[in-house]
């Protein structure tokens, strides 16, 4: 059985019942003193689907601004927002989550107990799906290493004692509409259990994908491979490898530098690769006295005529054009 506040107004003792579960020292506190009324209004509902794996859904809209805070134990934490927003504070790192936002999900391995904040907004809406997994359930699933690794720790030794690791990511449309559609009402059915398991699985599966899955390495900065990225393209270095080259560089597969790719830029990377070699061989054409064919070089292309085709449709002129103007 889950809790599940059967009143559409949520009460301290509703929102304390629920967070009991995984928190130690949970506090609210709000602008109005003192509170004369509920402070969320909606629904919250919380199921352990599996030992040690807990789904909790939130369909709320805060009436009074209200703030909470409360001590994490260790573990796996994955939140999606994918209505409204969410501003929250974990361990001294801010994020914000939502519909309008960026991104609508993040993940967080913990291997210390952590302060969370959640700073809410009078009138604000939040329609989100926290995922907590326990220790005990990443060992059991995962196995030591792999767990072990989701904390940027080595398998013959015990995690070392650092902040969490943070990253943002992206769910699938298929993914929010399975949490949009959830049932989240009191009655409980075998097949509603089932379908409850089944999402909590599914978003797990997607967020270890996102950070790259914990058996393979991954830098703990969210951003640190795009920062590398950037300097073997502005190097020029990039422009020697193939994009296999280029993963195995920044340690990862293709498969998962192309998917990290367009869910931090919303772009292909072949396409961007493409954009900055030309870029690259517009400067050197307006810059350098180079030929034709060593920009096309530089830019990725055996054929002159075929750079000529694809600089005139970036650029809106040819590559002879673009370094006369660069003599004047």
Same mark, same amino acid.
């Given at each position: 059985?889950?809790?599940?506040? +059967?009143?559409?107004?949520?009460? #301290?003792?509703?929102?304390? /019942?629920?967070?009991?579960?995984?928190?130690?020292?949970?506090?609210?506190?709000?602008?109005?003193?003192?509170?004369?009324?509920?402070?969320?209004?909606?629904?919250?509902?919380?199921?352990?689907?599996?030992?040690?794996?807990?789904?909790?859904?939130?369909?709320?809209?805060?009436?009074?601004?209200?703030? /909470?805070?409360?001590?994490?134990?260790?573990?796996?934490?994955?939140?999606?927002?994918?209505?409204?927003?969410?501003?929250?504070?974990?361990?001294?790192?801010? #994020?914000?989550?939502?519909?309008?936002?960026?991104?609508?999900?993040?993940?967080?391995?913990?291997?210390?107990?952590?302060?969370?904040?959640?700073?809410?907004?009078?009138?604000?809406?939040?329609?989100?799906?926290?995922?907590?997994?326990?220790?005990?359930?990443?060992?059991?699933?995962?196995?030591?290493? /792999?767990?072990?690794?989701?904390?940027?720790?080595?398998?013959?030794?015990?995690?070392?004692?650092?902040?969490?690791?943070?990253?943002?990511?992206?769910?699938?449309? +298929?993914?929010?509409?399975? #949490?949009?559609?959830?049932?989240?009402?009191?009655?409980?059915?075998?097949?509603?259990?089932?379908?409850?398991?089944?999402?909590?699985? +599914?978003?797990?599966?997607?967020?270890?994908?996102?950070?790259?899955?914990?058996?393979?390495?991954?830098?703990?900065?969210?951003?640190?491979?795009?920062?590398?990225?950037?300097?073997?393209?502005?190097?020029?270095?990039?422009?020697?490898?193939?994009?296999?080259?280029?993963?195995?560089?920044?340690?990862?597969?293709?498969?998962?530098?192309?998917?990290?790719?367009?869910?931090?830029?919303?772009?292909?990377?072949?396409?961007?690769?493409?954009?900055?070699?030309?870029?690259?061989?517009?400067?050197?054409?307006?810059?350098?006295?180079?030929?034709?064919?060593?920009?096309?070089?530089?830019?990725?292309? +055996?054929?002159?005529?075929?750079?000529?085709?694809?600089?005139?449709?970036?650029?809106?002129?040819?590559?002879?054009?673009?370094?006369?103007?660069?003599?004047?």
């Amino acid at each position: 059985m889950g809790v599940f506040n +059967n009143s559409p107004l949520v009460g #301290l003792g509703d929102i304390r /019942s629920l967070a009991s579960v995984l928190t130690l020292d949970h506090r609210c506190s709000t602008t109005m003193k003192p509170l004369g009324q509920a402070p969320l209004l909606g629904h919250m509902y919380q199921h352990e689907v599996q030992p040690g794996l807990f789904l909790r859904i939130n369909r709320i809209r805060d009436r009074v601004g209200l703030h /909470s805070e409360a001590m994490l134990s260790p573990g796996l934490k994955v939140a999606v927002v994918w209505k409204g927003e969410a501003r929250i504070s974990l361990a001294d790192r801010s #994020l914000v989550l939502g519909q309008s936002r960026r991104f609508k999900a993040m993940i967080a391995a913990m291997d210390q107990p952590a302060v969370f904040q959640r700073k809410g907004i009078k009138g604000g809406v939040e329609y989100s799906v926290v995922l907590t997994a326990t220790p005990a359930w990443l060992l059991r699933r995962l196995g030591h290493s /792999s767990a072990l690794r989701l904390f940027d720790a080595s398998a013959d030794q015990q995690p070392p004692v650092q902040p969490p690791r943070i990253e943002y990511w992206q769910p699938s449309r +298929n993914l929010v509409h399975r #949490l949009e559609s959830l049932d989240i009402s009191s009655t409980t059915t075998s097949l509603r259990l089932l379908d409850l398991e089944a999402v909590a699985l +599914n978003l797990i599966s997607e967020s270890l994908d996102a950070i790259d899955s914990p058996a393979i390495h991954c830098s703990s900065h969210p951003h640190d491979w795009t920062q590398r990225l950037e300097g073997l393209i502005n190097s020029g270095e990039a422009g020697q490898l193939s994009q296999s080259q280029l993963a195995q560089r920044l340690g990862m597969s293709l498969r998962q530098l192309q998917r990290r790719y367009h869910r931090e830029f919303g772009a292909p990377l072949g396409e961007h690769l493409r954009q900055r070699r030309l870029q690259r061989a517009h400067d050197a054409l307006a810059h350098e006295p180079i030929s034709i064919e060593s920009a096309a070089a530089i830019a990725g292309y +055996n054929s002159a005529a075929n750079f000529a085709t694809a600089f005139r449709k970036v650029y809106g002129m040819t590559p002879s054009a673009c370094r006369k103007q660069g003599k004047v």
